[in-house]
């Protein structure tokens, strides 16, 4: 289930963040100058490593080298379709002469005929994340707390969605937990109670749109016992949800 979310929040002078996918040094390295500091980019030498890299950091769009794309194999090309069509996303080539050539793989965010005009579009657009192919939609109830002792900052919070490697927590406070940082989360629910240490991947605002404000967070450090438990409830959620 990729569901792609637009509603991230970008400081408003903020450069666009763009994922560039490249291989080849030479290539890497001329893209790179062509983009100059007109954007913060996340680079990546495989296709397949795109949506993991969305879950974790917000782009505004995507870049790949046109032989990376070409090379790579049928299912790598399916796995990432999702992340292209959510998001600007173009190929790039460098020719003999030294020019580098930009051909829009969607536009449905318009269209742009060089790399500075992409970057423009990339401005334009809000950030998106891509959530895990795994993520499912199961309540649990939860403390969260961004110290290890659950000290006065320590809130009730119940799970929108999770997988075997993260949920999104509701709170209408997401402003307290900034991106990157750690959190203690406590599973009310499930037989082991030792809390799960978790990094803040992003955050969806209270009232900049119609969707649940909270967090996305990835597990760090969560037990054995704990993790195959939450799979089970997910694994029998989805068999009930079939039946």
């Known amino acids: 289930m990729n569901i792609p979310d637009s509603d991230k929040c970008i400081e408003e002078k903020a450069k666009p963040r763009i994922l560039l996918a490249v291989t080849d040094a030479k290539r890497k390295e001329a893209y790179i100058s062509e983009l100059g500091s007109s954007a913060e980019l996340t680079l990546t030498e495989s296709l397949r490593d795109i949506p993991k890299l969305l879950r974790q950091v917000p782009c505004n769009g995507i870049l790949m080298d046109v032989f990376l794309k070409v090379k790579a194999s049928h299912m790598d090309k399916v796995r990432v379709s999702d992340s292209l069509e959510s998001m600007p996303s173009a ?90 940082s750690g959190v203690w989360i406590d599973f009310v629910g499930i037989s082991e109670r030792k809390p799960i240490l978790g990094k803040v991947c992003w955050q969806c605002p209270w009232g900049v749109s119609h969707k649940v404000s909270g967090i996305y967070v990835a597990f760090e450090s969560i037990l054995e016992s704990q993790h195959y438990e939450i799979t089970t409830l997910l694994a029998n959620g989805k068999e009930t949800a079939q039946s």
């Open 91 to 180: 190929t790039l080539n460098l020719d003999g002469g030294g020019s580098i050539r930009i051909l829009m793989l969607n536009q449905r965010q318009g269209s742009a005929r060089t790399v500075g005009e992409f970057v423009g579009l990339c401005a334009a657009f809000q950030p998106a994340n891509i959530f895990p192919d795994d993520l499912q939609s199961l309540r649990l109830n939860a403390i969260m707390s961004t110290s290890p002792d659950f000290g006065q900052d320590a809130e009730k919070t119940i799970t929108m969605f999770i997988s075997g490697s993260g949920c999104f927590l509701f709170t209408a406070s997401p402003e307290r937990y900034q991106p990157q």
